[in-house]
């Protein structure tokens, strides 16, 4: 006997993505396009070779818009073999400060190796110097209505 499918069997799923190639990464890099974080959620653990971000980022995926408010949701992501980090325009010193990360972009050299480029808004960048392309995006909350209750603008 099978049974119907129920409307919780078509609810969207939290996203679970890897990045091991500049296509994959151009994917990663749309849905935490707008993204906002405080400074203290930004961590690199040297000795691991790993560099974490706790994002709130502006659910791009959900195109149900028009059946309910905008949203967001937390999501980890976390890039591995980072040998290196160095940011230019941020105050690190400043712990109440939200940054915005606007893109992703990853620059190759030799043999996979290459450096990320964070672009955040304000003229702020984070700058993780790589030995391979190695970056995952994992929601780890509920979706929950964005605070401005609008969907981010974007001049073009």
């Known amino acids: 006997m099978t049974q119907d499918a129920t409307f919780e069997d078509g609810r969207e799923s939290p996203l679970n993505l890897g990045a091991q190639d500049a296509d994959d990464l151009q994917v990663i890099s749309s849905l935490v396009q707008d993204a906002v974080f405080p400074i203290t959620e930004m961590r690199w653990q040297a000795k691991q070779h790993r560099f974490g971000l706790l994002l709130n ?46 893109s992703i972009d990853f620059e190759p050299s030799e043999d996979g190796a290459g450096e990320l480029l964070l672009t955040l808004a304000g003229d702020g960048a984070l700058r993780l110097k790589v030995e391979a392309l190695d970056v995952t995006l994992k929601d780890v909350t509920r979706p929950y209505v964005a605070p401005s209750g609008k969907i981010p603008d974007h001049p073009e």
């Open 57 to 102: 980022r502006f659910r791009w995926e959900d195109d149900a818009h028009s059946r309910h408010a905008p949203e967001r949701v937390q999501s980890l992501m976390v890039v591995d073999d980072v040998v290196a980090v160095s940011s230019q325009g941020i105050d690190r010193g400043e712990s109440d400060l939200i940054l915005s990360l606007l």
